[in-house]
């Protein structure tokens, strides 16, 4: 499908510079159209989700758990990957699309069946392609150095993986070699129809667009914040080649690879809004697991933790809402995006396509 809808017109603001701000912006930059950014924090760094989420692209791993509107906007979402993944460079954002695994230790090899059948359940007729089981020796073939007590496994195929931070500088990269004007460090005070107010003035625009996330509560009155927690592990003596996830009956842990031997380490969401550093047990939690993983890891070197907040709506599926709003001299649009909750670098193609068009009502998504 087209990322590109035509007919998009006039000034747009972009209020949060998180991912879904970046890429929308540089969507709307390839058709020709003025941008100019707003978010509180600097271009290489800040407190959006995406500068912690591990770039997970995994919508059968997740189903499990997840709505299954999730899943099917995921599905459709991971078939946009590709194509952006090319226009962005796949080196350049280190994008990987050779599946993940799920495996279980012995002594958990119930909720591990448990977690085949409802997946096999959810996907119905679907799930041959989808999921492949390994016994030990196919598991060794696809993963080596993963510890030799796991005697089977889960292959799930067609699921991908992304750099999440060198994404968020490839695209900050991008946007502004193509024209656009970013004002960082400058909160936004408030956005009425067709006008962005900062501390040092205001601005008009015919089209604003919202994408906040946590800090973007405005519309969405069941907007809340879901606690996620991640290590970044230096560990010279592991090698693996794709996400593993390790199911356990109270949580669901995932590694992550990375460049040069590092990987991210994280489990599922916290339902909290606390936006602290990591805790001891969370801490002690997810290196014991990844211990068991490889033994490796046990002189790994934590280089980085932190904590934070992805938004949520109350059915945990995203959100687009388009007003059209009458301002002083003519007409206004505003777009708010929200929801994309732990599935954001997943759908973040398919809500930026899906706002494009309900901004271009006229366009036609074509093949690609």
Same mark, same amino acid.
């Given at each position: 499908?087209?990322?590109?809808?035509?007919?998009?017109?006039?000034?747009?603001?972009?209020?949060?510079?998180?991912?879904?701000?970046?890429?929308?912006?540089?969507?709307?930059?390839?058709?020709?159209?003025?941008?100019?950014?707003?978010?509180?924090?600097?271009?290489?760094?800040?407190?959006?989700?995406?500068?912690?989420?591990?770039?997970?692209?995994?919508?059968?791993?997740?189903?499990?758990?997840?709505?299954?509107?999730?899943?099917?906007?995921?599905? &459709?979402?991971?078939?946009?990957?590709?194509?952006?993944?090319?226009?962005?460079?796949?080196?350049?954002?280190?994008?990987?699309?050779?599946?993940?695994?799920?495996?279980?230790?012995?002594?958990?090899?119930s909720e591990y069946q448990r977690t085949l059948n409802q997946l096999r359940t959810r996907l119905g007729g679907q799930s041959e392609n989808d999921l492949r089981e390994l016994d030990r020796h196919s598991l060794q073939q696809l993963e080596p150095d993963l510890h030799s007590s796991f005697?089977?496994?889960?292959?799930?195929?067609?699921?991908?993986?992304?750099?999440?931070?060198?994404?968020?500088?490839?695209?900050?990269?991008?946007?502004?070699?193509?024209?656009?004007?970013?004002?960082?460090?400058?909160?936004?005070?408030?956005?009425?129809?067709?006008?962005?107010i900062t501390a040092t003035g205001c601005q008009d625009f015919d089209i604003t667009i919202d994408c906040r996330g946590v800090g973007g509560c405005q519309g969405f009155a069941d907007l809340r914040g879901v606690r996620g927690e991640i290590l970044w592990l230096h560990a010279p003596e592991?090698?693996?080649?794709?996400?593993?996830?390790?199911?356990?009956? &109270?949580?669901?842990?995932?590694?992550?690879?990375?460049?040069?031997?590092?990987?991210?380490?994280?489990?599922?969401?916290?339902?909290?809004?606390?936006?602290?550093?990591? #805790?001891?047990?969370?801490?002690?939690?997810?290196?014991?697991?990844?211990?068991?993983?490889?033994?490796?890891?046990?002189?790994?070197?934590?280089?980085?933790?932190?904590?934070?907040?992805?938004?949520?709506?109350?059915?945990?599926?995203?959100?687009?809402?388009?007003?059209? &709003?009458?301002?002083?001299?003519?007409?206004? #649009?505003?777009?708010?995006?929200?929801?994309?909750?732990?599935?954001?670098?997943?759908?973040?193609?398919?809500?930026?396509?899906?706002?494009?068009?309900?901004?271009?009502?006229?366009?036609?998504? #074509?093949?690609?």
């Open positions: 499908m087209s990322l590109h809808p035509d007919n998009v017109a006039g000034r747009v603001a972009v209020i949060g510079a998180g991912l879904m701000g970046r890429l929308l912006a540089l969507l709307l930059l390839d058709r020709g159209h003025p941008v100019t950014l707003f978010d509180r924090d600097p271009v290489n760094e800040g407190r959006a989700a995406a500068w912690t989420g591990a770039g997970m692209l995994a919508p059968w791993a997740e189903l499990e758990s997840a709505e299954r509107g999730v899943f099917e906007l995921g599905v &459709r979402s991971l078939t946009l990957w590709p194509a952006l993944a090319d226009r962005l460079g796949r080196e350049a954002i280190d994008f990987h699309q050779e599946g993940s695994l799920l495996v279980a230790h012995a002594g958990d090899r005697s089977e496994g889960l292959w799930l195929p067609r699921e991908a993986w992304v750099d999440g931070q060198k994404l968020m500088g490839r695209l900050a990269e991008l946007v502004l070699a193509r024209g656009a004007v970013w004002h960082a460090q400058t909160p936004v005070l408030d956005a009425p129809p067709g006008r962005v592991v090698t693996l080649k794709r996400p593993v996830r390790l199911i356990h009956p &109270r949580y669901r842990l995932y590694m992550v690879p990375r460049g040069g031997h590092r990987f991210v380490l994280g489990a599922t969401q916290i339902e909290s809004e606390d936006v602290g550093p990591v #805790t001891v047990r969370s801490a002690l939690e997810l290196l014991s697991a990844a211990y068991t993983l490889h033994p490796g890891f046990a002189e790994a070197r934590v280089i980085k933790t932190d904590a934070n907040l992805r938004p949520a709506l109350d059915d945990n599926l995203p959100r687009v809402v388009v007003e059209k &709003r009458a301002k002083a001299d003519a007409g206004a #649009t505003v777009v708010r995006i929200n929801g994309l909750f732990r599935h954001g670098f997943l759908l973040a193609p398919l809500v930026a396509q899906q706002a494009l068009q309900q901004l271009a009502p006229t366009a036609v998504a #074509t093949s690609a």
